[in-house]
């Protein structure tokens, strides 16, 4: 799939920006929307038909045993499957109201809609600083240098590491703590002022310590920033999200609000599930 | 007779193998858990303690015997040699040889005769002593290893040990031949830096040792001091390996993004060989490709605008010598490239990068070093290109930096020093060692360098 396919002018985005925003039953925001997605991988169907809503200024877990399909619905919902070659995505995913696999929409723009954190802390071999700064260096976000320096400067703080690296912005990332990279990962994705923040079990690679500080970071940035975040611990949904999304075999079994899903859930294989009889 | 004694050997050792083997069962009563070491090693073991000691003595035979024969022959027969000279000295030993084993005898004599018989005698003697030293060897080894043999013994060890030792060895064969072709260039210099200075070679700007005093000596050094100046061919080494450079360094490290990042699997399966295989296509084929397609093509391009241009020149050397060593650069730099962490990819992309800028941001920043290393190599394999200079690029020790002229490289220099007739004390010819000497300097230190620099990559990824 081609990575720049718009070439008209006016994108998808400004053009259907006035439209109302989608709400729920309940009268929340929904800020990105998942309609009967279908993934393949090849031959294989790795997601069946997924329905599924985003609220804003929300954070919604996705869990499941390995292989449950969440990963690869998250990668859909900023089109990250692209850069895989046999991986096909069929359905709609909303982001507002603008369809993100529509031909129109340019997916750079999305991505920088919609940040990802990875698994593994994946800082790039350059300072601290060009870390945080090479979102809003691409995008053009800065005016001047002391502007890219007040953004560096706030993603940090947001991300609760200015405190621990103002001293050393210009020592490579990638001499920080497991803990820190993956702090400084989320300042660089806040640092492109994403309104949804994708989460890919961000702290399967982190000590329980730092594992707390990012939880924390988490709660904080739902003030800002809408959060999908998969994870494979339970404690850590129940303790971060608001809504859970429970995921099996390539099927969403069950979503509602975390404290519902975790005392009293509807379906009998959620309930196996968070009990720790499989997975 | 050297191989039949080894072919000998090699049954023996298969069998001793074969018979370890079902010595250490027989021993064990079947049972393989009270052996500790398995029925293999107990089967290496005695193979190689009946027959590693008498190939050692084969070999050392082989090696000794033949000088300890013709000292024996010269003592026995010391009233004809006296007063011969070295080569006939020589002759005659052929000659006897010839008369006592069979072979083509210049003239025989009945000194030759005499000690013809001598050598007959001796190596009857030598080669009854041999075979008698060997087989008890190969007895004594199988006694002592048979007897050995118990569940307890330890014969992993011993075999892994042996092992370890042939392992060293070859490693060590390869160590030695380098120090060995160092000393000798050392060696050979410093008899040339005898009769010219080394810093009227080193800064020398003239070159042209064909002018050079026959049997040139210290008491013709005067004169020979000025014609053995290195830097013209320094600077056309230089110039040759710039414009390879300039060729190769583009294309190959394009190529390389384009393979590891923008090609589809099945194009990248193709190409990738593809580009490989011109590093399989022998360097004399470049060179005539350079010479007589290349060179003619630029002079005519040359001449059409009005620029004149030599037949043999370093433009022409230098492009097709940086085709050549295109592949180099574009797999090394496309392996380092794929080296950079595909979550380095997806995290820039992830911040809504397009594919270009997280190559020139991320990927080409973090593979810097190796695709530096890489053209560091590409350049000194350039440096001591040979052949396709040597065909196009010419002989003229002009030093000039204009591409459109004829120069000359130290390689060629080399070459041309040493063909044809050569005495082995002029200058002349000990100028091809010092220029061997300059070469090697030059291409080791950027290897180093080269092994500095993946070194430092390589700690950033660990």
Request: charged letters at 20%; one cysteine or more.
């Amino acid at each position: 799939m081609a990575l720049e396919m718009t070439t008209d002018t006016e994108s998808a985005m400004d053009t259907t920006i006035s439209a109302p925003p989608a709400v729920s039953a309940e009268g929340e925001t929904l800020k990105m929307r998942g309609r009967d997605v279908k993934v393949f991988y090849g031959d294989k169907q790795a997601l069946h038909g997924v329905d599924l809503d985003v609220r804003k200024n929300q954070v919604t877990a996705l869990i499941g045993p390995s292989g449950c399909g969440k990963s690869t619905f998250l990668r859909c919902l900023n089109r990250m499957n692209d850069t895989i070659d046999i991986c096909r995505v069929e359905g709609d995913i909303l982001l507002d109201n603008d369809d993100v696999y529509d031909p129109r929409i340019d997916v750079v723009e999305l991505r920088a809609r919609v940040g990802m954190v990875f698994q593994k802390p994946n800082p790039f071999p350059k300072s601290i600083f060009e870390n945080v700064a090479y979102g809003p260096r691409i995008h053009g976000l800065a005016q001047s240098k002391a502007d890219l320096e007040e953004i560096v400067a706030s993603s940090l703080q947001r991300a609760g590491l200015f405190e621990e690296v103002k001293d050393r912005l210009d020592e490579p990332g990638t001499g920080l703590s497991g803990g820190q990279q993956q702090r400084l990962c989320i300042a660089r994705a806040i640092a492109v002022s994403p309104e949804v923040i994708l989460m890919d079990e961000p702290c399967s690679a982190l000590d329980p310590i730092a594992t707390a500080k990012v939880e924390e970071l988490i709660d904080e940035l739902r003030q800002n920033y809408t959060i999908v975040i998969v994870t494979h611990s339970m404690q850590q949904a129940a303790r971060v999200s608001q809504r859970t999304a429970f995921f099996h075999l390539g099927t969403l079994v069950e979503e509602g609000l975390t404290n519902d899903i975790f005392t009293n859930p509807k379906d009998q294989r959620t309930q196996d599930y968070i009990t720790g009889r499989f997975g | 007779m050297f191989w039949t004694y080894a072919a000998l050997l090699l049954l023996v050792f298969v069998a001793a193998n074969v018979y370890g083997r079902f010595r250490a069962l027989q021993v064990a009563g079947h049972q393989l858990s009270v052996l500790h070491s398995r029925p293999t090693y107990h089967g290496g073991y005695l193979a190689i303690l009946s027959t590693l000691p008498a190939f050692v003595l084969l070999i050392a035979w082989a090696v000794v015997e033949p000088r300890m024969l013709d000292m024996m022959v010269i003592s026995a027969n010391a009233e004809v040699i006296e007063g011969l000279s070295k080569p006939e000295l020589q002759a005659f030993l052929r000659d006897a040889r010839a008369i006592a084993f069979g072979g083509i005898v210049a003239f025989s004599d009945a000194g030759k005769e005499q000690a013809a018989e001598v050598f007959a005698s001796l190596a009857q003697t030598s080669f009854v002593l041999k075979s008698v030293l060997m087989v008890g060897l190969v007895l004594g080894g199988l006694w002592y290893g048979n007897r050995a043999i118990r569940p307890t013994m330890r014969a992993r060890h011993f075999v892994e040990r042996t092992v370890m030792g042939l392992l060293i060895l070859c490693s060590a064969v390869a160590i030695f031949t380098t120090i060995g072709i160092v000393l000798s260039l050392i060696f050979e210099s410093l008899m040339f830096f005898r009769q010219i200075p080394i810093l009227d070679f080193v800064f020398g700007t003239h070159w042209s040792p064909q002018s050079a005093f026959e049997g040139a000596g210290a008491e013709h050094g005067e004169a020979n001091t000025k014609i053995f100046g290195a830097i013209p061919l320094l600077v056309g080494t230089m110039l040759i390996t710039a414009i390879a450079i300039i060729v190769a360094a583009p294309i190959g490290l394009l190529s390389a993004i384009y393979l590891s990042d923008y090609a589809s699997t099945p194009v990248r399966a193709i190409a990738k060989p593809v580009l490989e295989i011109l590093a399989g296509i022998p360097t004399v084929v470049y060179g005539f490709f350079a010479a007589l397609t290349v060179a003619p093509f630029i002079r005519g391009w040359g001449e059409s605008i009005g620029l004149s241009v030599s037949s043999e020149s370093a433009l022409a050397a230098g492009l097709v010598m940086g085709i050549m060593i295109i592949p180099f650069v574009s797999s090394l730099s496309d392996d380092v490239i794929n080296a950079v962490p595909q979550s380095l990819r997806d995290g820039s992309a992830g911040l809504g990068a397009t594919k270009s800028e997280t190559i020139r941001r991320v990927v080409l920043p973090a593979a810097l070093p190796g695709i530096v290393s890489a053209l560091i190599l590409a350049i000194s394999r350039a440096i001591g290109e040979t052949m396709i200079v040597v065909m196009a690029a010419g002989l003229a020790a002009n030093m000039t930096v204009n591409p459109l002229e004829a120069v000359t490289t130290v390689t060629v220099q080399i070459v041309t020093l040493l063909v044809g007739d050569q005495e082995f004390d002029s200058a002349k010819t000990l100028a091809a060692f010092a220029l061997g000497l300059l070469l090697f300097c030059i291409t080791l230190a950027l290897n180093i360098f080269a092994l500095r620099v993946v070194k430092k990559y390589r700690e950033q990824y660990d």
